[in-house]
Nanobody, 121 residues
Framework: QVQLVESGGGLVQAGGSLRLSCAAS????????MGWFRQAPGEGREFVAA????????SYADSVKGRFSISRDNAKNTVYLQMNSLRPEGTTVYYC??????????????WGQGTQVTVSS
């Protein structure tokens, strides 16, 4: 079992920044990829970013490329999502996930409870 706890969400003005964190416990953090997804009410879970187990590979959704940055600290069992130049359409719940390096939800075995990000215009 893996427990994932997100933090860092909140209210920010358009153009502002937030840094999300996801602390993991349970199985060996450093041998699994991590991902961030987001989900608006009534919508499916959308890929945002992923990072390989070592951190050497990252991938991003086109909608966030150049504005968001994913990173990880394997010594702290934590993955981060730095979000800059936030837009109102970024208002949604963000989830971190643990599993294989993938941009689809089925690639991940464990999910956090989510953290709300609200971007005001």
């Amino acid at each position: 079992q893996v427990q994932l706890v997100e933090s860092g969400g909140g209210l920010v003005q358009a153009g502002g920044s937030l840094r999300l964190s996801c602390a993991a416990s349970g199985r060996a953090f450093s041998i699994y990829a991590m991902g961030w997804f987001r989900q608006a009410p009534g919508e499916g879970r959308e890929f945002v970013a992923a990072i390989s187990s070592s951190g050497s590979s990252t991938s991003y959704a086109d909608s966030v490329k150049g504005r968001f940055s994913i990173s990880r600290d394997n010594a702290k069992n934590t993955v981060y999502l730095q979000m800059n130049s936030l837009r109102p359409e970024g208002t949604t719940v963000y989830y971190c996930a643990n599993g294989r390096y993938s941009y689809i939800t089925s690639g991940y075995d464990y999910w956090g409870q989510g953290t709300q990000v609200t971007v005001s215009s």
